[in-house]
């Protein structure tokens, strides 16, 4: 396969090289990285993207999950292309970020409030400061393995190094099972706890999945009852699980909401939103005290960006009003079916599990799950699916025609048709 592999994408060392003496690593994000080399993008339509071989390749990294639509979908390219000619930066207030702001809310009722930042990183960071000013208490809790970005406050056990990261900050983190009797636990004994949050479909985009969805509605109630703020961490659910994201799909109303990815249409953006009382705390106020008494600061020279906003809101709009989710979700369903299929063809123990658009395949792994929420402890599905096993699959993968998100996930877009689906399915038998 590495053979087969290295001939395929023979134009990518060259670029390799290049980015080698570049980039730390050769790469601008851990999850690019591809051994022997990654394969060097060109372009991207649709479901597809094109190599500087200029392979078609099936695409489930769907920019790391901000693609919904699929790439390039006409009526974003064109807000894009039309506020472009109109102003980058308009440098104050903007009709844009009104309109942005009305799009998102019309989705998330809960969103009293919004502010928007520029990425999932900045948006987790901005959620977690609002709630310890508002309670006056230090202290977060988060799940194993919950991934909210790369700042400091949410990077213990989320699946990255922690070169860097001052103890005294990993002193203000405590790091919970998904039970909700042991958070009951560590709320009542300690006293200090500003916030809870959590991904909403467990960790790693539900690479392990909470296994059962009540959890968060147990810890709405819990974390209520506490008076600690409940954050449910929407950046990748957010717009995706329903269009008002899973809040909406399970019926919950957390304290605050962090959203990127879909928000943005595929630019650079996120925000911030939730009740009233707590977002307030960034108003401006003429009194000067009130910098000293707990007003929380926000910068961002490319908050509510007009080439995002305008992005955004055709992307919220085609939410709104074309279906998108249901699609995305019936073509999610086709494949995991597919690969389910797959695994039982070749005689290959493992599985497809996932809800909505986002599919996870445990290759190795013996599960008796219903294929929605897969019930094994991910420690155990660590085990099964090692680092160089994924590698070794997104390789197979990728020499077939497809590639998927991390070699073990599929992130599936309303632009993934039925044929595309089915030879993505008989790429995997392949592969297999
Ligand atoms: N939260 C979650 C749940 C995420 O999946 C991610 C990114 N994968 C982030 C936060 C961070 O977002 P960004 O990469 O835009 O900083």
Redesign the pocket.
Known sequence: IEERYREMFSNSVEWYERGRSLFAGGITHQTRFTSPFPAYIDHADGPYKYDVDDNQIIDYVMG??SLLMGHSKPEIIEAVREQAGRGTHVGGASTHEVRYAEAVKRLVPSLERVRFTA??????YLALRLARAYTGKTKIVKFHE?????HDYVTPESGQALGGVPQEILGTVIVAPADIAAVDAILSQDNDIAAVIV?CNGA??GTFPLQNPQFLQDLQDLTKRHGVIFIM?E??TGFRLSPGGAQVRWGLEPDLT?M??IIAGGQPG?AVGGRADIMELMAFREDPEWDNMGRVAQGGTYNAQPVTAAAGIAALDAIANEGINARADAMSQRLKEGLNEAFIQNEVTGHAHGISSIIHVNLGADCSCDRDICNMPYQQIYDTMPAAKTRALRRAMLVNGVDMMGGRAFIVSSAHDEAVIDRTTAAFSQSL
């Open positions: 790391n999950g990425s999932g990183t900045e948006s987790t919950h991934f909210h970005g790369w991904e790693h985009y961490d950046v990748i962090t990127a990815k996120s």
